[in-house]
T-cell receptor
């Protein structure tokens, strides 16, 4: 089954404790992206990647890091989480050739709480 | 600035009561207008892509239409299982990425 898999689904952590949210897709997509979703603000892009070793900032990149060492994986790293990073996070992927047709395929989300 | 605005924020319908959701966009060089459905705690699920003014697409009780400034998602004779948040997103413009509206929360009561 074609899918984007995120882990963990739920995470509660303390301020300053480094964490990684993993994202993997099995569709051989070139394009991958991370979004956060907050009430009243909608989905906002954090980082995106056009292909292996190619990443760039989205609208709200502060406090986040990403890497793209393999085509299928695109982890999101919070080096020193703060309470304002409490949010619902989504990973998404897309074929650059097909992107205008199908938009993105989204993961199921990671609900992060930073206390 | 590229922008997508959805209205209303929330809509409550009785089962069978048809209505429309609105998505206004300001994007130069639109390459696609997308509709997604999102259930609570889940990722958005793709519904439709529209490319040019006048285009329409249908899926079961949903029909999406596009003009040069707006898109509408028409829901005909909705059922309780249509309850969800419906997201609109534009692709194109200066940033060449998907820009999302904040969504319309639809509740259909039996």
């Amino acid at each position: 089954e074609a899918q984007v898999t995120q882990n963990p689904r739920y995470l509660i952590t303390v301020t300053g404790k480094k964490l990684t949210v993993t994202c993997s897709q099995n569709m051989n997509h070139e394009y991958m992206s991370w979004y956060r979703q907050d009430p009243g603000l909608g989905l906002r892009q954090i980082y995106y990647s056009m292909n292996v070793e190619v990443t760039d900032k989205g609208d709200v990149p502060e406090g986040y890091k990403v890497s793209r060492k393999e085509k299928r994986n695109f982890p999101l790293i919070l080096e020193s989480p703060s309470p304002n990073q409490t949010s619902l996070y989504f990973c998404a992927s897309s074929s650059l050739r097909d992107r205008p047709n199908y938009g993105y395929t989204f993961g199921s989300g990671t609900r992060l709480t930073v206390v | 600035e590229d922008q997508v605005t959805q209205s209303p924020e929330a809509l409550r319908l009785q089962e069978g009561e048809s209505s429309s959701l609105n998505c206004s966009y300001t994007v130069s060089g639109l390459r696609g207008l997308f509709w997604y459905r999102q259930d609570p705690g889940k990722g958005p699920e793709f519904l439709f892509t529209l490319y040019s003014a006048g285009e329409e697409k249908e899926k079961e009780r949903l029909k999406a239409t596009l003009t040069k400034k707006e898109s509408f998602l028409h829901i005909t004779a909705p059922k309780p299982e249509d309850s969800a948040t419906y997201l609109c997103a534009s692709h194109g413009g200066a940033t060449n990425k998907l820009i999302f509206g904040t969504g319309t929360l639809l509740a259909v009561q039996p």
